[in-house]
């Protein structure tokens, strides 16, 4: 079964389009794509913590605009309960530290990415028209 990781997932809205960034390479999930987020910490509610991993990131603000879906998932070493709320960029230049690369894809292309298994549940949701 492994761990259980509590995470929550920023899909930064622009216009038409959704950022999305590619993992590093290591790990279940090495070189797949994402939407940015991360590990809730104790006491620290949803907004707060996609808030600081934003900061920590991308070293930019986001604002939280409203809840999207709770998906969970099962990897092989580890699962996620993971959180997703629709995020505006308030300031900064999304710069990545973390991640290889960006990319900002509008909805329809989104299933052409090679996302994280979990992340494919949540295009899947954006897919059916709740973003």
């Given at each position: 079964?492994?761990?259980?990781?509590?995470?929550?997932?920023?899909?930064?809205?622009?216009?038409?389009?959704?950022?999305?960034?590619?993992?590093?390479?290591?790990?279940?999930?090495?070189?797949?794509?994402?939407?940015?987020?991360?590990?809730?910490?104790q006491d620290e509610s949803h907004e707060e913590a996609l808030i600081r991993e934003i900061?920590?990131?991308?070293?930019?603000?986001?604002?939280?605009?409203?809840?999207?879906?709770?998906?969970?998932?099962?990897?092989?070493?580890?699962?996620?309960?993971?959180?997703?709320?629709?995020?505006?960029?308030?300031?900064?230049?999304?710069?990545?530290?973390?991640?290889?690369?960006?990319?900002?894809?509008?909805?329809?292309?989104?299933?052409?990415?090679?996302?994280?298994?979990?992340?494919?549940?949540?295009?899947?949701?954006?897919?059916?028209?709740?973003l």
């Amino acid at each position: 079964m492994g761990k259980h990781y509590e995470v929550v997932a920023a899909l930064i809205v622009r216009g038409e389009e959704i950022f999305c960034c590619q993992r590093g390479n290591k790990g279940e999930c090495a070189l797949k794509w994402e939407f940015p987020g991360g590990k809730i910490e104790q006491d620290e509610s949803h907004e707060e913590a996609l808030i600081r991993e934003i900061k920590e990131e991308l070293n930019s603000t986001i604002k939280v605009i409203k809840y999207i879906t709770t998906i969970q998932h099962q990897y092989n070493s580890f699962s996620l309960t993971m959180h997703v709320y629709e995020c505006e960029l308030v300031e900064g230049k999304l710069e990545l530290s973390e991640h290889l690369n960006f990319m900002w894809l509008r909805k329809e292309r989104l299933n052409q990415v090679d996302f994280a298994d979990a992340d494919k549940k949540i295009v899947s949701v954006i897919l059916h028209n709740l973003l």
